[in-house]
Nanobody
Framework: QVQVVESGGGKVQAGGSLRISCTAS????????MAWFRQPPGKKREWVAS???????YLERSVEGRFTILRDNTRSTVYLQMDALKVEDTAMYYC???????????????????WGQGTQVTVSS
């Protein structure tokens, strides 16, 4: 059964860095569009970043220059490297997989059919 599992969340001070991981079993043979979403406390889930099956990357404007999404196909893993973290980055972060190689309509949660349970990232001032 294909599933995605996030890991690597934790607590960090503002200005610090954190890398979270998403392992997607059985997807290494055909890389697809993967994404990170996040849900801050009391707010809606929001799109953060996507990486296509061709390794094109896309970032939400508020994280550009601070976050990087990258893929290791040999390990079926997608990473979100988060630098210069801000208090407002505090959220539950979710990994999601689509069935497409391209990331059209990438910020729409309906594009993704497979979701992880999430990993908590907390940034303190």
């Amino acid at each position: 059964q294909v599933q995605v599992v996030e890991s690597g969340g934790g607590k960090v001070q503002a200005g610090g860095s954190l890398r979270i991981s998403c392992t997607a079993s059985a997807l290494s043979a055909r890389p697809v569009c993967m994404a990170w979403f996040r849900q801050p406390p009391g707010k809606k889930r929001e799109w953060v970043a996507s990486i296509s099956g061709y390794d094109s990357t896309y970032l939400e404007r508020s994280v550009e220059g601070r976050f990087t999404i990258l893929r290791d196909n040999t390990r079926s893993t997608v990473y979100l490297q988060m630098d210069a973290l801000k208090v407002e980055d505090t959220a539950m972060y979710y990994c999601a997989a689509s069935s497409d190689r391209v990331c059209l309509d990438r910020s729409n949660p309906m594009k993704y059919y497979l979701w992880g349970q999430g990993t908590q990232v907390t940034v303190s001032s």
